[in-house]
């Protein structure tokens, strides 16, 4: 009984800690959505919030702004209120936590995305720094 207190326990928390970073509404794209959605439309903004060197190290994809989620509250005059955005981190959850701040901020998330899978699947990737 004790391990299924636990089991609950921890459940409960990572579910509470989910929904604390994102707003639940947030549609998370697979990378075939992602590449879908990056050739078809034309007024999409790509916000990768991950950390500078992650990008550095791997990859991002092209026409990319960079503002990692910890900055984001801070910069929001920087990301366009006429585009629809799209958030990408590492695997998805940060992206989630972009989102939801500027879904509360009246901005229009198309959805949330992890650059993990995009990677393994071939798709293209671009390196700061790197011709």
Same mark, same amino acid.
């Given at each position: 009984?004790?391990?299924? !207190?636990? =089991?609950?326990?921890? *459940?409960?928390?990572?579910?509470?800690?989910?929904?604390?970073?994102?707003? !639940?509404?947030?549609?998370?794209?697979?990378?075939?959505?992602?590449?879908?959605? *990056?050739?078809?439309?034309?007024?999409?903004?790509?916000?990768?919030?991950?950390?500078?060197? +992650?990008? +550095? +190290?791997?990859?991002?994809?092209?026409? =990319?702004?960079?503002? &990692?989620? $910890?900055?984001?509250?801070?910069?929001?005059?920087?990301?366009?209120?006429?585009?629809?955005?799209?958030?990408?981190?590492?695997? $998805?959850?940060?992206?989630?936590?972009?989102?939801?701040?500027?879904?509360?901020?009246? =901005?229009?998330?198309?959805?949330?995305? !992890?650059?993990?899978?995009?990677? +393994?699947?071939? =798709? &293209?990737?671009?390196?700061? !720094?790197?011709?």
């Amino acid at each position: 009984m004790k391990i299924f !207190g636990l =089991y609950a326990l921890t *459940l409960l928390g990572v579910v509470g800690l989910a929904s604390a970073q994102s707003d !639940g509404k947030t549609k998370t794209l697979t990378s075939d959505e992602l590449k879908q959605a *990056l050739d078809t439309k034309k007024n999409l903004f790509f916000l990768d919030v991950r950390e500078p060197r +992650e990008i +550095e +190290e791997n990859g991002s994809i092209k026409g =990319y702004v960079n503002i &990692p989620v $910890g900055q984001l509250e801070s910069r929001l005059a920087e990301v366009p209120k006429d585009k629809q955005i799209v958030t990408a981190c590492a695997h $998805g959850k940060r992206a989630g936590t972009a989102a939801a701040i500027l879904t509360k901020n009246g =901005y229009t998330v198309l959805g949330a995305c !992890g650059l993990m899978d995009w990677k +393994e699947k071939g =798709y &293209p990737l671009v390196y700061p !720094g790197k011709k």
